[in-house]
């Protein structure tokens, strides 16, 4: 079946730390990739994505790369702010297998102190 | 700004009450979704509806009544709840294969 493992938080850094959120998947197919944001008492945005395989989604001085050969597709920003402080979720969806369907991994939450 | 607008924000109901949930796009999107999430948890699919018509019916139970009125909104018809059906309820649009999912901020709910 599909799944999404994330690195377990909380994680706490300092500002302009680098950042890195381990995410790796299992899934038969082609699978698209996705990292969310949930800031306190909001939904989920969507952060970035990458529909295949050597792919960089990026945005807001995040990025993220699909790896195959590894299955995995982990998240980095180089400089973190205060305002990055939020649960983040990595997702995959599976064209191959229930297309309409978002696997999340549990979330992990960081805290940037200032 | 979300392009998923929910309504009400906050909902406060007895288990005896019903009520319904409020979801609009804007966005020309014909798949819609509903999603329950519990406090530090993943949200968890309810349902999916594609083109109006219901795709996906996560062994719900029947207490919660989708519908689908045309493509832009959504409706989510709650009915004899229990005090574990508090948390937060998610609507989410995308194009109906394989692309990203865009949500709302949610209903916050809670069961008195």
């Known amino acids: 079946g599909n799944s999404v493992t994330q690195m377990e938080g909380p994680v706490t850094l300092s500002e302009e730390a680098f950042l890195t959120i381990n995410c790796t998947y299992t899934a038969t197919g082609y699978p698209s990739l996705f990292w969310y944001v949930q800031y306190p008492g909001e939904g989920l945005q969507l952060l970035l994505k990458?529909?295949?395989?050597?792919d960089k989604g990026s945005n807001k001085g995040f990025e993220a790369t699909y790896r195959k050969e590894t299955t995995s597709f982990h998240l980095e920003k180089g400089s973190v702010q205060v305002s990055d402080s939020a649960v983040y979720f990595c997702?995959?969806?599976?064209?191959?297998?229930?297309?309409?369907?978002?696997?999340f991994g549990q979330g992990t939450r960081l805290t940037i102190n200032p | 700004d979300t392009e998923v607008t929910q309504t009400p924000k906050h909902l406060v109901m007895g288990m005896t009450n019903k009520k319904s949930l409020k979801c609009e796009q804007h966005?020309?999107?014909?798949?819609m979704y509903w999603y329950k999430q519990k406090a530090k948890k993943p949200p968890e699919l309810m349902f999916v509806?594609?083109?109006?018509?219901?795709?996906i019916n996560e062994s719900v139970p029947s207490r919660f009544s989708p519908e689908c009125p045309n493509s832009s909104l959504l409706n989510l018809h709650l009915h004899a709840l229990q005090p574990e059906d508090s948390a937060l309820y998610l609507c989410a649009s995308s194009q109906v294969m394989a692309s990203a999912q865009h949500f709302g901020d949610g209903t916050r709910l809670s069961i008195l």
């Open positions: 997702a995959l969806r599976n064209r191959n297998q229930g297309a309409q369907k978002l696997v």
């Open positions: 966005m020309g999107h014909r798949a």
């Open positions: 509806y594609s083109y109006e018509k219901l795709s």
């Open positions: 990458a529909t295949k395989a050597d």
